[in-house]
């Protein structure tokens, strides 16, 4: 179901979740011509069925630190705790570094990623599937992550 995810953190790899495909495509449509769409591009009420699985994380410092300004309510559920207001450099230092792995390859590159990764909640590992999408404010850097994730079928 994946492909080593070769340059970032061991035990991710690449997979494609359906719901996070339909996704890919509609951050697609609203980059029009350019290389991703601007935050104000994206409306909520057209994401409404994958908002729970959604986090919207502003680019701190060129990715030195990451922001996360929404954290969907399924994911709170999925990964155990709530995000919304905190930034990545508030967690564990092992948590942060695949986080910041993951989020600086799209920041490289430029363009979205799809990851395939174990997470550990109280001795229960459950693989989970999660694309990150790059949103730009000028057109030249990427500003903000939509990253929507779900548990691998």
């Given at each position: 179901?994946?492909e080593?995810?070769f340059?970032l953190?061991?035990?991710?790899?690449?997979a494609?979740?359906?719901?996070?495909?339909?996704?890919?495509?509609?951050w697609?449509?609203?980059?029009?011509?350019?290389w991703a769409?601007?935050?104000?591009?994206?409306?909520?009420l057209e994401?409404a069925?994958?908002?729970?699985?959604?986090?919207?994380?502003?680019v701190?410092?060129?990715?030195?630190?990451?922001f996360?300004?929404?954290?969907?309510?399924?994911?709170?559920?999925?990964?155990?705790?709530?995000?919304?207001?905190?930034?990545?450099?508030?967690?564990g230092?092992?948590?942060r570094?695949?986080i910041?792995?993951?989020?600086?390859?799209v920041?490289?590159?430029?363009?979205?990623?799809h990851?395939?990764?174990?997470h550990?909640?109280d001795e229960?590992a459950?693989?989970?599937?999660e694309?990150?999408?790059p949103?730009t404010?000028?057109?030249e850097?990427?500003?903000?992550?939509?990253?929507?994730?779900?548990?691998?079928?």
């Amino acid at each position: 179901m994946g492909e080593p995810a070769f340059g970032l953190p061991a035990g991710v790899i690449v997979a494609r979740h359906p719901r996070l495909l339909t996704l890919e495509r509609y951050w697609t449509r609203k980059r029009k011509l350019g290389w991703a769409p601007a935050k104000c591009d994206i409306d909520p009420l057209e994401m409404a069925s994958w908002l729970g699985n959604l986090m919207i994380v502003n680019v701190v410092d060129g990715g030195r630190d990451f922001f996360y300004r929404l954290y969907g309510t399924n994911l709170v559920q999925l990964f155990g705790r709530e995000l919304t207001g905190r930034r990545v450099s508030s967690l564990g230092l092992a948590e942060r570094h695949r986080i910041q792995g993951r989020f600086q390859a799209v920041i490289d590159a430029r363009k979205p990623r799809h990851f395939r990764f174990e997470h550990r909640i109280d001795e229960v590992a459950l693989a989970v599937c999660e694309l990150t999408l790059p949103l730009t404010d000028d057109g030249e850097r990427v500003s903000h992550l939509l990253v929507g994730a779900y548990e691998s079928p």
